[in-house]
C-alpha cells in the first residue's frame, strides 16, 4: 500500500435499524491475491434497505456493526504483492460476491452458488464483511473488471444489477421471439424487461401494482402494463398472450404475486424467480406444474456475465441512465437511504463517495 495513504477513511457504518453512521473507519489491509478500491459511486440496494430498515436482511443477522453497500465502481488504488492486472489506477466495476474458486460450483461454472461465497456490505458471513459506502474496499484482483472510458460512474454503478437481470434472462433460455410477462416494476424488474427486449423477447409486459412505477415501465420500453389488482387481468393477459405468456420473470418477491405466475404461465412456459420471497415457505400448485409442464426455475444473483453486462450497457442496447433517480453525498446517505425506500417515482439512488 502507498506509504502516503491515510490509514483511516470515512464509512456508512450500520449499528442497527434505522442507526447508520458515517464515522471514521480504518483502511482495509491488502491480503494475499487482493486489491484496495477508491469508491467513486455505489448504489442503494433492496438488501441495503432491509439492513437499514429492520437491522437485518432475511436470516442475516449482523453480529457487529458494518459497512453496507455492494454495488460500486472504483478506482484502484493499491495492489498486493504479485498482481499484474487490474493495475494501480484503472478504473473497475466490482462483482461483490466473492466465491471460493476451487469447490465443485466454481469449477463447473457455477460460482454463485459456492457455499462459501463472501459478499460485500452483508451479514451473510460471521462476522460481516465490510461494503462500499465508504472511501475504500478491498477485494481480490478477479472480482474487478475493466470499464470503457465512455461509461461514467452513474451507468457503471449499475453493472451489478444489471448482472443479476442479465443472469435471469440466460436462465430463460432463448428469449428472442417469445412474448414475456415481468412481474414487478422496481429496478431489477425494469432491467429484466430492458434485457429481455434487447435479446429479442416481444412484445414485453410488466406487471405492476404501483401505478407510477408502470407508467415508468412504458417508458422504458414495454409494450404493455399490467395492473394485478385489475378485475380484468384474464382477459387482458388472453388479449396480449393467448394462452399465457411463454416466459414469466417474477421479480416482486410477493407471495401472492408467485402463485399468480402459475395462472399467467402458458402451458409448456417458464417461470424464473428472482425476487426473494423470504424464509417461510410458499404454498406452490405442484399439480398445475406437473400437468402443464411448467418449468419453474430460480436465478441466484448472477454467474460469470459481468463482462457481458458491461458490454450490453457500453453498445447503447440498454439506456440505463433514467433508472438513476438521485445521486447523494456519503454524509446524505441516511436521507439517501429513506428516498431509496419510496417507490412513487424512485427507482435508483446513488451515493457519490
Do not use: W
Not at 91 to 109: E, I
Request: with cysteine.
Amino acid at each position: 500500500m502507498e506509504s502516503k495513504m491515510s490509514k483511516t477513511m470515512l464509512g456508512a457504518v450500520l449499528h442497527g435499524a434505522k442507526d447508520l453512521r458515517v464515522e471514521s473507519c480504518p483502511v482495509p489491509e491488502l491480503a494475499c491475491g487482493e486489491v484496495l478500491i477508491r469508491v467513486q459511486r455505489a448504489g442503494i440496494c433492496g438488501s441495503d434497505l432491509h439492513y437499514h430498515r429492520h437491522g437485518y436482511c432475511g436470516g442475516f443477522v449482523p453480529t457487529r456493526p458494518f459497512i453496507l453497500g455492494h454495488e460500486l465502481v472504483g478506482e484502484v488504488a493499491a495492489v498486493s504483492d504479485g498482481i499484474k492486472e487490474p493495475t494501480v489506477g484503472s478504473r473497475v466495476v466490482v462483482n461483490p460476491a466473492r466465491a471460493c474458486g476451487v469447490c465443485g460450483y466454481c469449477r463447473s461454472g457455477r460460482g454463485n452458488l459456492c457455499p462459501k461465497t463472501v459478499m460485500l456490505g452483508s451479514a451473510s458471513t460471521t462476522p460481516p464483511t465490510d461494503g462500499a459506502f465508504a472511501h475504500f474496499v478491498s477485494v481480490r484482483a478477479d472480482q474487478c473488471h475493466p470499464v470503457p472510458s465512455q461509461m461514467d460512474d452513474s451507468l457503471a454503478a449499475m453493472m451489478e444489477p444489471l448482472a443479476v437481470a442479465l443472469h435471469a434472462v440466460k436462465r430463460a433460455g432463448t428469449v428472442s421471439g417469445k412474448n414475456v410477462l415481468v412481474v414487478g416494476g422496481g429496478p431489477i424488474g425494469l432491467l429484466v424487461a430492458m434485457t429481455a427486449r434487447a435479446y429479442g423477447a416481444m412484445p414485453v409486459v410488466l406487471s405492476e401494482p404501483v401505478a407510477a412505477r408502470r407508467d415508468q415501465a412504458l417508458a422504458f420500453g414495454a409494450e404493455a402494463v399490467l395492473d394485478p389488482a385489475s378485475p380484468g387481468l384474464r382477459d387482458q393477459v388472453r388479449d396480449l398472450a393467448g394462452e399465457g405468456f411463454e416466459v414469466l420473470f417474477e421479480a416482486s418477491g410477493a407471495p401472492l404475486a408467485l402463485r399468480l405466475a402459475f395462472d399467467l404461465v402458458r402451458p409448456g412456459g417458464t417461470i424464473v424467480q428472482i425476487g426473494t420471497v423470504g424464509t417461510a415457505d410458499v404454498g406452490l400448485p405442484a399439480n398445475q406444474v406437473m400437468v402443464r409442464e411448467i418449468q419453474f426455475i430460480g436465478s441466484f444473483r448472477y454467474g460469470d456475465v459481468f463482462g457481458q453486462a458491461i458490454r450490453l450497457a457500453a453498445s447503447g442496447r440498454v439506456n440505463l441512465q433514467p433508472l438513476v433517480s438521485r445521486v447523494f453525498r456519503l454524509a446524505e446517505i441516511a436521507e439517501a437511504m429513506e428516498l431509496a425506500g419510496a417507490k412513487d417515482n424512485v427507482l435508483k439512488v446513488q451515493v457519490q463517495v
